[in-house]
């Protein structure tokens, strides 16, 4: 990838993002939008983290959890404004990630995989199980951002979904063009040398700990700011957000798109997002489907939707 | 045509609660259509699955409002989820009917959200009332992680005092564990358990149900409307249930129930029509989107007017005396559940049935 | 005894072998020399059928080998060591040399392992030793001796010669040059262009995807152009 | 002053003691070969010096300063660089990349300017793609600069590993047999290149069975076997060592390299 | 102390079921470096097909054979029909693949059958044998057996029969191994049909405990997959080690400490065994050199 790809990538999704709402026929579709630029959001962190650093993480829910739960609880306990609520949870899970990435980033594929897991599963088990604070399974209601009302003060109505449709593809573009100016850093760089070679990535004075732990840490803020701005969304959040289903959820989309690729990550985000309400129409069929498009976009797109694509376009298949 | 929606969890972990509320769903729209509807109109239903996902509830209940253009919504089987649809509901003003138990959906009450379940305290203080006139006021406590089990733990705890009650161990369980033994020996070691309560829902009850048995308790097994259908007994063993109680709804025995019990009609009615196109027992849950049916075609009925969300909601708010299969409803502005603990009977296993306790 | 005609091949949609003709006869010892990037290793790749072949033909002892899948080659006599070796780097050394005889069951193995052994001791030595934890060297000896185990009519080597101490570089020459004796057809891939003419029958020169020279190995020995580009005299 | 010291260097794997009490030293601009039979502990030694290997026994210093069991990123930093017997290529990456790489160290800056992309970075990245672009030709990669690395034949990444190890402007490089899978005259080639490298000052540790070059370029030869030092000295005296010659080069030298050499 | 026994017992009998399933996955995995996240719906579909065969009116050892031949028959059905043709494939496809499948059995599990729990008679009987005052049942005993007789099953295959090698030899390096004339295809057809088959035995054996229903194959194979991790993935004894201490972990936590936390405390130890043994506990080192 040039620095040409690079903004033709980011000019890409800015267009996208501008004009689809012109097609747009209810404010359903806002909603949707929405929805799938937070999800892209943390796709694009795991881009770095799996695509770049070559680094598996089944547990990167745990960190849109504590996201969203840093805008709950936060704003109620700590009096903190939302949006220093948003930052805060990126603190932590940055923090978090930094602690517990020094041992676990040792392991390797399963092993790793098996470890995040096993954080992503106690993240969930903590939001489950300390009821009073966190309203248990059944959740707990997140304060309003203020911003939209600002913004009605300044003469600017917006629906809700509108909104969100606004603010989650502002963050999803800055949160690309970051990834794609780190895909062609220094830090980018020693991150995919290690994941073709740690040995040799060390002998050309790569730092390799912490080269995964900076990608690991980079991912999980990721993964944070896009759970924060879900609960801030939807006004209201349950355990589900860091529970294993939306952990594989992540790495599926990451997969689908391509897991080297910034835009192929918003495909994937898209794909997954989307599926679930194209497939109402088939009700009781609706899973049966869903995994056969799943499988067969590997199958014949088993570098991900977009590189495949870009490469039959370019005609190096193989 | 009338534009009816619906999102419930007919797939996922609450699919237990989803599954029979959808069937029962599209068996009644199905049979008011065929009967003509309601003034002339039939109703145009829209079902979605979401799978207990609250995001996913909230998409849902967007995609109900602004591109389905529904005039009311049924559904949210957890509370998690109904507390997502509840808010879009509340912001575009449509009457919602939520299937779910906590009070807190219904507490402070809000002008479109109404709900059918009895709430989770209502079952303890109905739990704890029969163990109060059995003598019993020492309790060991097992609780799935579930929402249904979480909350009910919570709510049941708070209210055990009110009766005398105190509880002198309280364990958990995965909603997918296989064995329960661990727990049940600690409650069996706390000295001066009287009897064990154990709501939840799903595969746990029955595991608890066995471990209890495989141990050997002598003392009395109580469970929730978690569990009340008659797949229970199945699963848990007619022998290892015996003696068992819960608090349940008049579903559960209908063909014991006397012809002249108000309830009498619509349950048997119900039951029969499920029992015959699905070829499953009913459970409590299919009972509650049965009522919550029931209430917004009596609501629509009234209002006259099927176009008007807000007609339909007032409407809805003056519903009084309508019998459902959990209890009968009457809804004030202060009060939208309308439902007293009457509705609730106490139910004991004898010989692999269901039986009523008074 | 192998006979290839036009053969073409490519990586995606960049050809790399553009048309090859190549034969080699029954117990003959037949080298390849290229620079890098020359395709040989290509070459031998579709011969032993991990490598698609987009156009023309390999004979093998009279039948096609277009449909035969890379796990029969073995069967009908075609063994290759492979470049980069390709041992079980998490098997052991003994398993190694056991699957290099997946084909057969009978007491033979037994001794062909032996025989093995006798050739490069330190494998018997190393024979528990998962064979990642092998030398670079020991490795290719590894390669070379499974590829033997299979029992091959024709063996294909990819520069066995890799990595090999001189003492050793000198035994692999003389143990290809044995394999006549057994009557197995080697068809060989070097780098060290100047042992390998000197045991070969027949040489070919491979030149981006092309033949452009063939003829007796001494003839090729002696051909200045040869001598220029291949063997730095 | 050397600039590579090796005292008493040793290690085992399970009992095999790989390498055995082996010492010797590298000055600026010197070209040291380590020979010896296969699994003699060649490149064992060199993972222990290269940092990739703890030693269970001996030292390791660099310039004075005493680098045993340091890590490799380190020792990079310190001017220490290689190439490996098994390639260690970064497949995934361009060729460009792959060189581009071993300028991480002199191009790398706080995480924060890669991500925000700063405009501070632009002039030593700038910097780094000339100079891996000349490193290509020198090497004659040039061409394949853009490709993808997985797909280059054996002997091409055979001397973009070398490429990438010059990126880093080593002090001292260690070649793991640079010449394998190259014919007489890439190997040629190479021999230029190592000659170049240590008439410019680096220092060079080189493995390597091909002889001709070996001979030809070598300061001092280091000779292993079974892990332990049995001889060293200049090629004329290791390739008439008795104990050499019985144990690795042969008695019978059939290959034109003496008679040319 | 007839309270640790209780716990014991319990530990081991979940223990066993998820050795079950990280034995299920050493096959597969051993053949081609992919965990296949579908093999808890194979525990599933042995389970669901044989309750309603049994249900049917097939005697229950027929209905279980029947459930085994036929989940197997699935697993060899997912390899051709989605794992071969996504061949040369990276691992994390695959990995995605597997899990799309398990939904499409799910799916397809939900529609021909039910989404109801169900359950068939335990083999010998529901009265709990006692010891020491503490209780087990028979089932149970036939679960911790059937683990058994899997692991020594597969232990003997892997390491003394050459068609256990040449599985080994498929993931180790697949080119290689068609080379020395091993049908890669068919060990990978092998494999999924082996796998599957151990699944659904594994779901015959632990229904008539756990009971079965069309979505427990997921947190089945999240716990046997993190058995299998805590014992070292492919290999046999890593997998039935692995489970069955993560199955007395949980128990000693749920007796002992707290019953809300006790999967976390496994999740601990279990990074803690990581921690000092990368590889898990009997996990073979990759041996690669540089
Ligand atoms: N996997 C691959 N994908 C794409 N191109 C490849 C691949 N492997 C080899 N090539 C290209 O095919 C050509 C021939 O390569 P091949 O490996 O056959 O050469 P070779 O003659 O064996 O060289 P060497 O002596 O270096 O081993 C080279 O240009 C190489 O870049
Ligand atoms: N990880 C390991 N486990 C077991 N044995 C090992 C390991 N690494 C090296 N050895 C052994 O140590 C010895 C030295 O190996 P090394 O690779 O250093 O040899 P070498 O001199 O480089 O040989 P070559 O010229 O063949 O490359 C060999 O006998 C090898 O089997
Ligand atoms: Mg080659
Ligand atoms: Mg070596």
């Known amino acids: 990838m040039t620095g040409r790809n690079k903004w033709i990538s980011l000019g890409v999704l800015a267009l996208l993002i501008a004009l689809l709402p012109l097609f747009f026929p209810s404010g359903y579709y806002y909603r949707v939008g929405a929805l799938i630029f937070v999800n892209a959001l943390s796709v694009v962190g795991l881009v770095i983290l799996i695509g770049y650093a070559g680094q598996i993480s089944l547990g990167h829910a745990g960190f849109a959890g504590i996201g969203a739960y840093a805008c709950a609880l936060a704003p109620e306990h700590l009096g903190l404004h939302p949006a220093l609520a948003v930052l805060l949870g990126a603190v932590i899970s940055g923090v978090m990630a930094a602690l517990i990435g020094k041992p676990i980033l040792r392991l390797k594929g399963y092993y790793l995989a098996v470890a995040t897991l096993g954080f992503g599963i106690l993240v969930s088990m903590v939001l489950t199980n300390e009821r009073a604070l966190t309203g248990g399974p059944d959740g707990m209601n997140v304060a309003d951002l203020g911003l939209r009302s600002l913004l009605r003060d300044m003469g600017w109505r917006l629906s809700g979904g509108e909104f969100w449709y606004m603010i989650c593809g502002v963050v999803l ?146 | 045509e ?108 809000r002008a479109n959200v109404f709900k059918t379940p009895h709430t989770d305290r209502m079952a303890c203080e109905k739990i704890f009332t029969d163990m109060q006139a059995q003598g019993i006021t020492k309790i060991g406590m097992i609780s799935g992680t579930d929402g249904f089990g979480a909350s009910m733990q919570a709510q049941c705890k708070e209210v055990a005092g009110d009766h005398g009650i105190e509880i002198l161990a309280d364990e958990t369980y995965g909603p997918q564990d296989a064995d329960m033994t661990p727990q049940l020996t600690r409650i069996r070691n706390t000295d001066g358990v009287q009897a064990v309560l154990n709501p939840g829902f799903g595969q746990g009850p029955a595991i608890v149900t066995r471990n209890v048995a495989q141990l050997g308790f002598e003392i009395p097994l109580y469970q929730s409307h978690g569990v009340a259908s008659d797949a229970f007994i199945e699963l848990a063993g007619a022998e290892a249930a015996e003696g068992l109680r819960l608090p349940g709804t008049a579903l559960l025995i209908a063909d014991k129930l006397a012809e002249d019990d108000p309830q009498y009609k619509v349950v048997t009615a119900y039951t029969e029509a499920y029992k015959a196109k699905y070829d499953q027992d009913v459970s409590t849950f299919g009972g509650y989107a049965h009522d919550a049916f029931a209430l917004i075609v009596d609501a629509i009925t009234r209002a006259g007017d099927s176009e008007d969300p807000q007609a339909i909601r007032d409407a809805l708010e003056a519903t009084s005396g309508l019998v459902g299969t959990t209890g009968t409803y009457s809804f004030s502005p202060e009060d939208h559940l309308g439902l007293d603990l009457s509705a609730f009977r106490m139910l004991e296993i004898k010989d692999g049935d269901w039986l009523p306790v008074e | 005894m192998l006979t290839v005609e036009g053969l073409r091949s490519r990586y995606g949609r960049i050809e790399v072998l553009h048309g090859l003709d190549l034969e080699v006869s029954s117990g003959e010892i037949v080298t390849v020399v290229g620079a890098n990037g020359a395709g040989k290793t ?57 699957l290099g005889a997946f084909l057969f069951t009978d007491e033979r193995v037994e001794r062909d392992m032996a025989d093995a052994f006798a050739m490069f001791p330190i494998l018997k030595e190393k024979r528990n030793l998962a064979a990642g934890g092998l030398s670079g060297g020991q490795q290719q000896m590894l390669a070379i001796a499974r590829a033997l185990m299979g029992r091959p009519h024709c063996l294909l080597l990819d520069e066995p010669s890799m990595g090999l101490a001189p003492l050793l570089v000198a035994q692999i020459f003389e143990v290809v040059k044995s394999l006549k004796q057994r009557d197995v057809t080697v068809l060989l891939v070097e780098q060290n262009a100047y042992g390998a003419l000197k045991i070969a029958d027949r040489g070919y020169v491979m030149e981006t995807g092309r033949i452009t020279m063939t003829g007796p190995a001494p003839e090729l020995i002696a051909d200045p152009r040869i001598r220029e580009a291949y063997l730095g005299l | 002053m050397s600039l590579l010291n090796v005292q008493g260097l040793g290690i085992s794997f399970g009992g095999l003691k790989a390498v055995n009490d082996v010492s010797f030293k590298v000055s600026p601009g010197e070209i040291v070969s380590v020979i010896g039979p296969n699994g003699a ?55 460009l990349d792959n060189v581009l790489a071993g300028y991480h160290l002199s191009e790398r800056g706080s995480v924060w300017a890669d991500l925000l992309a700063l405009p501070g970075m632009k002039r030593r990245a700038a910097e780094a793609r000339a100079g891996a672009r000349k490193l290509l030709e020198r090497v004659r990669l040039e061409k394949a600069a853009e490709q993808v690395a997985g797909n280059l034949s054996y002997g091409a990444l055979k001397r973009l590993e070398i490429a990438r190890a010059l990126a880093l402007s080593p002090k ?47 300061n001092h030869i280091v000779v292993l076997d079974h892990g332990e030092k049995i001889a060293e000295g200049d090629p004329a005296t290791v390739s008439r060592d008795p104990a050499v010659i019985a144990a690795y080069l042969g008695t019978e030298e059939e290959e034109p390299a003496h008679a040319d050499g | 102390m007839d309270a640790l026994l ?89 990995i995605i693949i597997t899990i799309g499948a398990s939904i499409v059995i799910r799916g397809a599990t939900q529609l021909i059958f039910d989404k109801q729990l169900h359950r068939f008679p335990s083999f010998s009987g529901d009265d709990p044998i006692h010891v020491l005052g503490a209780t087990i049942l028979p089932q149970s005993l036939w679960v911790i057996g059937g683990a058994l007789a899997v692991f020594v099953g597969l232990w003997v295959f892997f390491t003394r029969t050459l068609t256990g090698k040449a599985v080994l030899a498929t993931a180790n390096n697949r080119v290689a191994a068609q080379l020395v004339g091993i049908n890669t295809g ?84 279990i990074l803690g065994v990581l921690f000092v043994m990368p590889q898990g506990l009997f996990g073979r080192k990759s041996t690669e050199r540089v």
């Open chain 3, 42 to 98: 290509t070459l031998l790749k579709c011969l032993s059928g991990i490598q698609p072949v987009s156009d023309g033909s390999i004979v093998f002892r009279g039948e096609s080998f277009a449909s035969v899948p890379a796990h029969k080659r073995l069967k009908r006599g075609l063994a290759q060591s492979p470049e980069g070796r390709q041992i079980f780097t998490n098997l052991s050394v003994e398993e190694n040399l056991r």
């Open chain 5, 6 to 94: 209780q716990f014991l017992f319990s530990g081991l009998t979940v223990g066993a079921v998820y050795a079950l399933v990280a034995l299920g996955f050493t096959i597969i995995y051993n053949a081609s470096d992919v965990v296949n996240f579908a093999q808890g719906e194979f525990v599933m579909l042995g389970g669901m097909i044989t309750v309603f065969a049994f249900e049917a009116g097939l005697p229950l050892p027929l209905a279980a054979l029947l459930a085994i031949l036929a989940t197997s028959a699935i697993g060899v059905g997912l390899n051709k029909l989605a794992i071969e043709p996504a061949r040369g494939a990276p691992v994390v496809s695959l």
């Open chain 2, 2 to 109: 009338i534009r009816l929606g619906v999102s419930v969890s007919a797939t996922g972990p609450a699919a237990f609660l989803g599954d029979p509320e959808a069937k029962t769903i599209e068996m009644l729209v199905e049979q008011l259509n065929e009967a003509g509807g309601i003034n002339g109109e039939e109703i145009a239903l829209t079902l979605y699955d979401d799978g207990g996902d609250p995001n996913k509830a909230r998409t849902f209940a967007t995609r109900l409002v602004e591109d389905d253009e529904v005039v009311a919504i049924l559904g949210g089987s957890t509370t998690g989820t109904t507390m997502s649809i509840l808010s879009v509901a509340e912001d575009e003003g449509i009457p919602f009917i939520s299937l779910a138990g906590a009070i807190s959906i219904v507490d402070p009450v």
């Open chain 4, 41 to 95: 502990g060649k490149t064992t030694l060199f993972n222990m010096i290269s940092g990739v290997y703890q030693p269970g026994r001996g030292s390791v210093s660099l310039n004075g300063t005493e680098v045993t069991g340091v890590a490799p990123n380190r020792l990079a930093e310190m001017g220490l660089s290689r190439t490996f017997q098994n390639l260690q290529i970064f497949q995934e990456m361009t060729v």
């Open chain 4, 172 to 218: 001292i490089l260690l070649l793991d047999e640079p010449a394998a899978g190259c014919n007489a005259v890439e190997t040629e080639e190479i021999d230029h290149l190592i000659a170049e490298l240590a008439a410019s000052g680096i220092a060079i540790l080189l493995v390597e069975h091909d002889m001709k070059l070996v001979m030809r370029i070598s």
């Open chain 1, 173 to 318: 573009l800055v949160g690309a063009w970051l990834a794609l100016n780190l895909f062609d850093s220094p830090s980018g760089r020693a991150m995919r040398a290690l994941h073709g070679s740690e040995v040799a990535a060390a002998t050309v004075g790569v730092d390799v700990p912490r080269q995964k732990l900076r990608a690991f840490v980079i991912s999980a803020v990721y993964a944070s700011v896009a759970g924060s701005l879900l609960a801030l969304q939807n006004g209201y959040i349950t355990p589900d957000v860091a529970g294993f289903m939306h952990s594989v959820e992540m790495v599926t989309m990451a997969v689908l798109g391509g897991v080297g690729s910034v835009l192929g990550a918003t495909f994937g985000a898209a794909i997954l997002t989307l599926l679930p309400q194209v497939l109402t129409v088939f009700a009781e069929y609706e899973q049966l489907v869903l995994g056969l498009v799943m499988v067969l976009v590997m199958i014949f797109l088993p570098q991900g939707l977009l590189p495949s694509i870009a490469r039959r376009l370019k005609g190096r298949d193989e």
């Open chain 5, 186 to 269: 068919w060990v990978m057809t092998l494999s999924f049909g082996l796998s599957a088959a151990i699944g659904a035995f594994a779901g015959v054996l632990v229904t008539p405990i756990t009971l079965v229903g069309y979505d427990v194959g997921v947190a089945l194979a999240l716990k046997g997959f993190a058995a299998a991790m805590l014992g070292g993935m492919g290999n046999p004894k890593g997998a039935l080690v692995g489970g069955l201490l993560l199955g007395c972990f949980e128990a000693l936590t749920a007796g002992y400490l707290s019953s809300q936390y006790k999967e976390a405390v496994a999740f601990i130890v």
